[in-house]
């Protein structure tokens, strides 16, 4: 694969903005890939840096810590050809992987494949080796990939003046300070941050969190709508400036805006979410410490339905979403309408 100019790297956050970002079109084409004239598939991910916010954010919002140079969050986002159709498959950042042979980017020199946790392949070789990492071990070709900062993602939610939430039971995670009673919230910029991020919140981790970060993704798709932005020319222009952000994008101010008031009529429906099944864990002697093994049998089944463009669920069907019960398995693919609040 031919290397191609390097985005900024600034601090990334939540896969949330970024999937409501991919949904909307930014992100930066492949080399050698023409912008895709059917499907469309878009890597999402959303790095652990923590430079785009204030120091007094960072401590109100329990954003510091030390980064480790990976992503946080990954997922893969299938937009369907026909445009009536968006697929998001959430892959766990400790999911065990086969990282290509590449030159290292901190030192330069060559390393061969080898195994590790998903999430370090950025690490070692940015963006460019995250996508050759996911493509490898789905069979499927990512035409784009996008990246967010903390900063991005909390401003957009302050322009769409905040997105309800709910929780059936207390929401509380140490690590982020979110702390929310049962019932519905609307949280704005730094507190839906905050609940986006936190994976200590219950007994299923990182698939919680990414539970959660689905359910908040289209609550704030619903936002977008009700508030009006996309039918106000103002308003849109600066939606799509905080989306584009400073930093080199493969879309065009134009062609973005274009792209959102087409995508922004669809309705909760024709939302679809799952998270990559889940085998078993690593086995010590793997070297990558604890790390998710995924069903590759179940896996391929999952990708070979977003190669061929068909949806995760299938027509006349409404499965309700649930908690994962564990770390192995994972929930049933659902639409976006079955995560409305109640």
């Known amino acids: 694969m031919k290397r191609y100019r390097r985005l900024r790297r600034p601090a990334m956050a939540s896969v949330v903005l970024a999937t409501m970002g991919a949904l909307l079109g930014s992100g930066t084409a492949l080399p050698g890939r023409q912008d895709a004239p059917r499907a469309m598939n878009i890597l999402v991910m959303g790095t652990d840096g923590r430079d785009t916010i ?34 998001v498959i959430g ?18 020199r060559e390393r061969p494949a080898h195994p590790a946790k998903i999430n370090a392949a950025f690490r070692e070789g940015g963006p460019e ?69 936190a994976r200590h919140a219950d007994g299923s981790a990182d698939l919680g969190r990414i539970r959660r970060q689905q359910r908040f993704l289209v609550q704030a798709l619903r936002q977008v709508r009700v508030s ?11 939606m799509v400036r905080t989306l584009l952000g400073s930093g080199p994008q493969g879309f065009g101010f134009v062609d973005l805006a274009r792209l959102a008031a087409a995508l922004h009529r669809l309705p909760a429906s024709a939302t679809e979410f799952t998270t990559v099944p889940i085998g078993r864990l690593a086995p010590a002697e793997a070297g990558v410490g604890s790390a998710l093994m995924w069903d590759r049998e179940k896996a391929d089944a999952l990708f070979a339905r977003i190669r061929a463009d068909r949806p995760l669920v299938e027509k006349g069907t409404h499965p309700r979403p649930k908690e994962p019960p564990s770390i192995v398995g994972s929930p049933a693919p659902v639409r976006g309408s079955a995560y409305a609040c109640s």
């Not at 954010?57 to 369907?80: I, K, N, P, Q």
């Not at 892959?91 to 330069?108: C, E, K, T, V, W």
């Open 228 to 238: 009006g932005v996309l039918s106000e020319p103002a308003r849109t222009a600066r």
């Open 91 to 108: 892959l766990p950042r400790d999911s065990y992987a086969r990282i290509p042979a590449h030159r290292d980017q901190a030192g330069g």
């Open 129 to 197: 080796l995250a996508v050759r990492t996911v493509e490898s071990m789905t069979g499927v070709s990512v035409d784009r990939h996008l990246q967010v900062d903390f900063r991005r993602f909390m401003d957009t939610v302050d322009e769409v003046g905040g997105v309800e939430v709910c929780t059936p039971r207390r929401l509380r995670d140490s690590a982020t300070g979110i702390d929310l009673a049962p019932g519905t919230h609307r949280l704005g910029g730094g507190r839906a941050l905050q609940y986006v991020r």
């Open 54 to 87: 204030t120091d007094a954010e960072r401590r109100a919002f329990h954003a510091g810590g030390r980064a480790c140079g990976c992503t946080d969050v990954l997922m893969l986002v299938h937009l369907s050809a026909r445009r009536d159709r968006v697929s």
